[in-house]
């Protein structure tokens, strides 16, 4: 039975485990803790070692700084809680280790021999079983056999528990039924524009009183942020390029190398759907031909999704012959098959036919011409680097910089999230938000290759300038709220006109229709809160008005649509639906299992140890 059981664990335990654990134990030069105060903690019988929390916070900190591309450190961890999450986890852990152990869950010697000894990465070269490779493995990673086998062992006796408890859980269809019902209501609506040619009186220009009211209302809007004035010295290779000799046989050489790109055969955009026998593919071409079913239904039911079936561009030589013969025969974007493929009987989509193309090198020279260019400006700027360095060192300024070397002095006025010129370069933008009064220039490098020095000359304050100075943007606030309001007054003056009787297509110009508009669609050139809006009204006739910036809209409801049942894209939304839901119900079940155990059994950690873990990190 537990080999049965395991059988759901795949093999791939073994390298997850492996993989982790060589992780966790290089890079950091933890000490290694031993002895009985080496126990972070305990959740009834099963233990937490301190090497356990200490390897489990290195591969935490290794991820943080994969996601971030920065050094983690185990303070900023701390900040965010992280050392608490890793713990936790360690605590879950152990929870259903006691839980296994207290059951008697377990796989059995022959059957852990059995998943070591058939694991691909311990074999030799004849497919059989490398005992010293083996060793040599886990002695690489710190382990020995004993302990990556009681680790591997516990680990798939986890899994089987996991199993257990959320195996059997389901979503209720009426639940998925629902949801997709919701998702797949479509509406139908009439707009009415009202801008500003149709209110009565038009809009009234500011007065002094009604300038000086905007003004104290909205002084963040109209102060101006702190302004750096930046001196810098900078050479980039489009700067430098045109000084570049190309030779003409490095081009042709170049030519030559890129001939797969000048010289392209006839291709396909193409998808492939592979069947396992010619009795499913007949029956689904059938399908296709009788319209009961589409290509990407086809594809759902297998259980793939289209980028499963993607092959990308294909030139004749990437396909059996059957399969180059039908896809090639045609230059029409169609469905074809079922024909043989390499995996098997397929049928194939093709998206889009692509010519053969041939570019001779007379028109591929100035591109080739201005790619060598561009490296050989990008050289040549790498090695002035030393002697320009040298120059900063011995107290050259910027403006000795520019006379004495290629690089061209600039001024800016920056503010952040400028992103003119130089400004357009996040090392700039990095580089200026940091800099302080008295810092010395030093080169730095621009993303293209170029190079760069920088000086503060001043800093102005966040400012609000004068009600006088900045007249103009303060009338233009003022005009768009006031707009607004007026626009949306006069569309409701209109809506109530409505309840006396009048058609919404008596109250101006011609109205606009919208039809089969789902909750997440977006229609450009309105409101964004439109559709939101006409989905919370609750019957045909009923009316909402929207304010715009420049006009309003008012909105009548005319139809209410529920979503089709039973067709392609339906089934597999209800199928998506309810997989969501059932992983969610279990991920709960499986927590609350989790959370009912360890108060259970009860929780014991030492604060002592976990300090003397955090102690070891830099």
Do not use: C
Request: charged share 25%; no cysteine.
């Amino acid at each position: 039975m537990a080999r049965t059981a395991t059988k759901k664990a795949s093999n791939i335990f073994v390298w997850i485990i492996l993989g982790l654990l060589m992780i966790a134990l290089t890079g950091f030069g933890i000490t290694s803790f031993s002895g009985s105060a080496s126990l972070v903690g305990s959740v009834g019988d099963a233990r937490i070692t301190a090497n356990d929390y200490a390897q489990a916070l290195q591969r935490e900190m290794r991820t943080q700084t994969a996601q971030t591309g920065r050094p983690a450190t185990l303070g900023q961890m701390t900040a965010q809680g992280i050392d608490r999450a890793v713990l936790d986890g360690l605590v879950a852990r152990a929870a259903l280790a006691h839980e296994t152990n207290a059951m008697g869950i377990s796989i059995g010697d022959e059957e852990l021999a059995r998943q070591v000894q058939e694991n691909s990465g311990f074999m030799d070269d004849n497919g059989n079983f490398d005992r010293a490779g083996y060793e040599f493995a886990l002695r690489d990673a710190g382990l020995t056999p004993a302990d990556f086998e009681q680790n591997m062992r516990e680990d798939v006796a986890r899994s089987i528990l996991q199993v257990a408890i959320v195996g059997g859980v389901d979503a209720p269809d009426l639940f998925a039924d629902v949801l997709t019902a919701y998702q797949t209501e479509t509406r139908d609506f009439s707009l009415l524009r009202v801008s500003e040619a149709d209110l009565p009186t038009g809009l009234a220009a500011p007065t002094q009183s009604d300038l000086e009211a905007e003004y104290a209302a909205n002084e963040d809007l109209f102060t101006r942020p702190e302004t750096r004035m930046i001196t810098y010295a900078w050479v980039r290779p489009v700067m430098i390029m045109d000084d570049m000799e190309i030779d003409e046989e490095a081009l042709r050489s170049l030519y030559a190398g890129r001939s797969a790109e000048y010289n392209q055969p006839e291709r396909r955009l193409l998808e492939r759907l592979v069947y396992p026998s010619r009795e499913e593919a007949d029956a689904a071409r059938a399908a296709l031909d009788a319209g009961d079913s589409d290509y990407d239904a086809l594809v759902a039911a297998r259980g793939l999704s289209l980028d499963d079936v993607d092959m990308g561009e294909v030139a004749r030589d990437d396909l059996s012959d059957a399969a180059a013969e039908a896809v090639f025969s045609t230059e029409d974007t169609e469905i074809i098959g079922p024909v043989d493929s390499v995996f098997g009987p397929a049928i194939f989509r093709v998206n889009a036919v692509l010519d053969a193309n041939h570019i001779p090198f007379e028109e591929a020279e100035e591109d080739l011409s201005a790619e060598l260019a561009a490296e050989a400006a990008r050289r040549t700027i790498s090695d002035i680097r030393n002697d320009v360095d040298d120059l900063l060192a011995g107290g050259a300024t910027l403006e000795e910089l520019a006379d004495d070397t290629m690089l061209d002095l600039g001024q800016i006025a920056w503010v952040p999230g400028a992103d003119d010129g130089i400004a357009g370069y996040d090392a700039f933008r990095e580089a200026a938000a940091l800099l302080r009064d008295g810092d010395f220039p030093e080169l730095l490098d621009l993303s293209d290759g170029g190079v760069f020095a920088l000086r503060l000359d001043e800093i102005t304050p966040p400012t609000l300038p004068p009600l006088e100075e900045i007249r103009d943007a303060v009338a233009e606030s003022w005009l768009a709220a006031h707009r607004r309001d007026q626009l949306a007054a006069h569309a409701q003056d209109l809506v109530s006109r409505m309840v006396t009787g009048t058609a919404l297509e008596d109250l101006g110009p011609p109205i606009t229709q919208e039809v089969q508009i789902r909750r997440q669609d977006f229609i450009p050139d309105l409101p964004p809160p439109l559709v939101a809006q006409m989905f919370q009204l609750d019957a045909a006739g009923d009316t909402a008005v929207i304010p715009g910036a420049d006009f309003a809209v008012i909105a009548r409801l005319d139809a209410i649509h529920s979503g089709q049942r039973g067709t392609p894209a339906t089934d597999a939304l209800v199928a998506l639906i309810k997989e969501q839901a059932t992983q969610s119900i279990a991920q709960d079940v499986f927590e609350s299992f989790g959370q009912a155990l360890e108060a259970d059994v009860g929780i014991s950690l030492n604060p002592s140890v976990i300090n003397a873990v955090h102690a070891q990190f830099p």
